[in-house]
C-alpha cells in the first residue's frame, strides 16, 4: 500500500495543495480530475520532487518519505520506485528511441548493456514500436514518441507511475493510440496515479478518482461511486460540465 499524507504546498501566499491525504492500493488507476488550476499537475510534481511541498509525505508498505526533509539517500530511493510520464513526452532529441528507454536502466539501474537493451526492446515491443527502434523523436509523431516515453517508464519496473495530462500534447488523431496503451499498462497491473480531462477514458480505465478543487480534496471514490453517484454538489457541477451525466436513466 502507498500512502499520500498532509500534503500542502504554496506558492507565495497562494495555498495550492491543502492538506491533501490519500491510499493508492497496488494495481489501482486513480485519476485526479478537476478545474484548471486546481492543483492536479502541483500534486503530481510534488511526489516526483519536481516541486518542494512545505509539509507531505509518501510512504510505501512500511518505508516513509518525509517529502520536505528527504535527504540525498531519500531521494534517490524514493525515486527509484516511480517514473513520471509528461505531457510533452521529455524525450532526448539526440536518442533513438532505444536509446532514450536504455538510458536510465544503464545510468540509474547499472544494467549491462545487453540486459538494458533486452528490456527496452520488449517495452517498446509491447507499446507498438518495434519497427521503430532506431529512430529519433523528430522522425516519430507525438503519439509515437509517447508511447516511448510510456515504454521508458515502465523499463524503470516502478511501483507507481505518474502521468500528467499524458495526451493533451496531441493532435486529436493520435490520442486514441496512446490512451490505448495507457489502458494496456493498467491491465498489466502497472499502479498508476493520472490526471486527465478525457472523462470518458477515465471511466474506462480508472478504479478510483480523486476530484480536487481548490487544492482539496473535495470527494474520493470508486470510478463508479464518482461517475454513478458522486455525493457533493461540486463533483456533479463539474461532471455536468464534462458531460457526464450521472444516475439511473428514468423511464417514465
Ligand atoms: N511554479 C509556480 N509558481 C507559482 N505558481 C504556480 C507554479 N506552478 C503552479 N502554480 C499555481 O498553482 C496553481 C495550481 O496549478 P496546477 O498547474 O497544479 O493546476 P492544474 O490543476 O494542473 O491545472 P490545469 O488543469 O490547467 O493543468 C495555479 O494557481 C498556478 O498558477
Ligand atoms: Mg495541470
Avoid: W
Avoid at 521529455?90 to 536509446?99: G, H, W
Avoid at 505518474?162 to 488523431?173: N, V
Avoid at 461517475?227 to 423511464?251: C, M, S, V, W
Amino acid at each position: 500500500m502507498i500512502s499520500v499524507r498532509h500534503l500542502s504546498k504554496k506558492f507565495g501566499e497562494n495555498v495550492v495543495l491543502d492538506d491533501v491525504s490519500f491510499d493508492i492500493e497496488k494495481g489501482d488507476v486513480i485519476a485526479i480530475i478537476g478545474p484548471s488550476g486546481t492543483g492536479k499537475s502541483t500534486l503530481l510534481r510534488c511526489l516526483d520532487l519536481l516541486e518542494h511541498p512545505e509539509e507531505g509525505s509518501l510512504s510505501f508498505d512500511e518505508e516513509n518519505y518525509d517529502l520536505p526533509k528527504l535527504d540525498k539517500k531519500g531521494t534517490r530511493s524514493l525515486t527509484r520506485r516511480t517514473a513520471m510520464v509528461f505531457q510533452s513526452f521529455n524525450l532526448f532529441e539526440r536518442k533513438t528511441a532505444l536509446q532514450n528507454v536504455m538510458e536510465a536502466l544503464l545510468l540509474v539501474q547499472k544494467k549491462d548493456k545487453e540486459k538494458a537493451r533486452e528490456i527496452a526492446v520488449a517495452r517498446l515491443t509491447e507499446v507498438g514500436l518495434a519497427d521503430k527502434l532506431d529512430y529519433y523523436p523528430k522522425h516519430l509523431s507525438g503519439g509515437q514518441q509517447q508511447r516511448v516515453a510510456i515504454a521508458r517508464a515502465l523499463a524503470l519496473q516502478p511501483e507507481l507511475i505518474y502521468m500528467d495530462e499524458p495526451t493533451s500534447a496531441l493532435d486529436p488523431e493520435l490520442v486514441n493510440e496512446v490512451l490505448d496503451t495507457i489502458k494496456l499498462i493498467a491491465k498489466q497491473g502497472n499502479t498508476l496515479l493520472l490526471v486527465s480531462h478525457e472523462m470518458q477514458f477515465v471511466k474506462n480505465v480508472a478504479t478510483k478518482v480523486i476530484f480536487l478543487e481548490g487544492g482539496k480534496i473535495i470527494e474520493k471514490g470508486t470510478t463508479e461511486q464518482i461517475f454513478e453517484d458522486p455525493k457533493n454538489e461540486r463533483t456533479k457541477q463539474f461532471l455536468a460540465r464534462n458531460n457526464i451525466h450521472p444516475g439511473p436513466e428514468y423511464t417514465i
